[in-house]
């Protein structure tokens, strides 16, 4: 069992950058593929980053590529998401993932989640 909680939402202008970390319960939290979603209003939730358990494997969509990075510290319990160059089609919720698939391929594959953190870019 695996209980998530995100952290570090909010309302930034184009351009800016926010930090979203994902605090995780539970003792088995190193043997986990780790991942961010987001979900907009009235469309699916869609995979941004996924790190392995040992984070030594990561996954961006490409539509975040070279402006997210992804990062995990097995000591702490914790996932983090660090955004740069925000742009206001990267406005969602945003949820903390967990599963333990070696290498999930959707929303579908993961097994826990966090109540999300709200991501907001103006423009």
């Known amino acids: 069992q695996v209980q998530l909680v995100e952290s570090g939402g909010g309302l930034v202008q184009t351009g800016g950058s926010l930090r979203l970390s994902c605090a995780a319960s539970g003792r088995t939290f190193s043997s986990y593929t780790m991942g961010w979603f987001r979900q907009a209003p009235g469309k699916e939730r869609d995979v941004v980053a996924q790190?392995?358990?040992?984070?030594?494997?990561?996954y961006y969509a490409d539509s975040v590529k070279g402006r997210f990075t992804i990062s995990r510290d097995n000591a702490k319990n914790t996932v983090d998401l660090q955004m740069n160059s925000l742009k206001p089609e990267d406005t969602a919720a945003y949820y903390c993932?967990?599963?333990?698939?070696?290498?999930?391929?959707?929303?579908?594959?993961?097994?826990?989640w966090g109540q999300g953190t709200q991501v907001t870019v103006s423009s």
């Open positions: 790190i392995s358990w040992k984070g030594d494997r990561t």
């Open positions: 993932g967990a599963s333990s698939y070696f290498a999930p391929t959707s929303a579908r594959a993961y097994e826990y």
